[in-house]
């Protein structure tokens, strides 16, 4: 069965500094993947998703995201953090031929100045 | 843009009463969906709807049920609530079947079972 591992629950990081949100997966068939972010009191919102192609994927507000199969990640990356990025981070993955997401725990992003 | 609404931001009911979650949304999407969010468990679907009076169980239905009489409109009901209930709710369409589609989500419902 397909899954998906965010590694930290919790992850802080001062302000300029490189954010690293890490997630893993596990899936019998090819996986599409993405990222969805969650601001406080609010619904999910697409970062940036993974389909076919390019591996290295871009993503909103500066996030981009490499696609790794050997080693089954999709970790979410962002060069220099911002105050307005601490939200909580859901990686997902569909299982092979249906819209259909299973998402990671969600780690929860705080940016301190 | 894509917009989906809840019904209710924050609700609360008592355990044994039946509670009706309503989810619309504006863009013509064929697929829709309810997830229930919990700390540390992420988002776990409970049920979608890939046409209109067409349902398909998620990973954690019991306890739920779901209409979608017409195809803008998605709902969650929940017969008899009780405590283990007490969670957010998040609505999510998408325009199709495939994979590739992302799902746009609407603010959510904060729902507490006393």
């Known amino acids: 069965a397909q899954s998906v591992t965010q590694l930290g629950s919790h992850v802080s990081v001062s302000e300029g500094a490189l954010v690293l949100l890490r997630c893993n997966y596990s899936s019998s068939v090819p996986p599409y993947l993405f990222w969805y972010v969650q601001y406080p009191n609010q619904g999910l919102q697409l970062l940036l998703k993974y389909t076919t192609g390019a591996t290295l994927v871009k993503g909103i507000n500066g996030f981009e995201a490499e696609f790794k199969k050997s080693e089954t990640s999709f970790h979410l990356t962002k060069p220099s953090a911002h105050m307005s990025d601490a939200a909580e981070y859901f990686c997902a993955v569909t299982p092979g031929g249906y819209n259909k997401l299973i998402f990671g725990a969600g780690t929860r992003l705080a940016v301190h100045p | 843009d894509v917009k989906v609404t809840q019904s209710s931001r924050y609700l609360v009911k008592r355990t044994g009463e039946k509670v009706f979650l309503e989810c619309v949304q504006d863009?013509?999407?064929?697929?829709m969906f309810w997830y229930r969010q919990d700390p540390g468990l992420g988002l776990r679907l409970i049920y979608f709807s890939y046409d209109v009076k067409m349902k398909e169980k998620g990973d954690i239905p019991e306890g739920y049920s779901v209409s979608r009489e017409k195809k803008e409109r998605f709902s969650l009901i929940l017969e008899s609530a009780s405590t283990n209930q007490t969670s957010m709710y998040l609505c999510?369409?998408?325009?199709?079947?495939?994979?590739?589609?992302?799902?746009?989500f609407g603010p959510g419902t904060r729902l507490t079972v006393t």
């Open positions: 999510a369409s998408s325009p199709g079947l495939a994979e590739a589609y992302e799902q746009y």
């Open positions: 863009m013509d999407h064929e697929n």
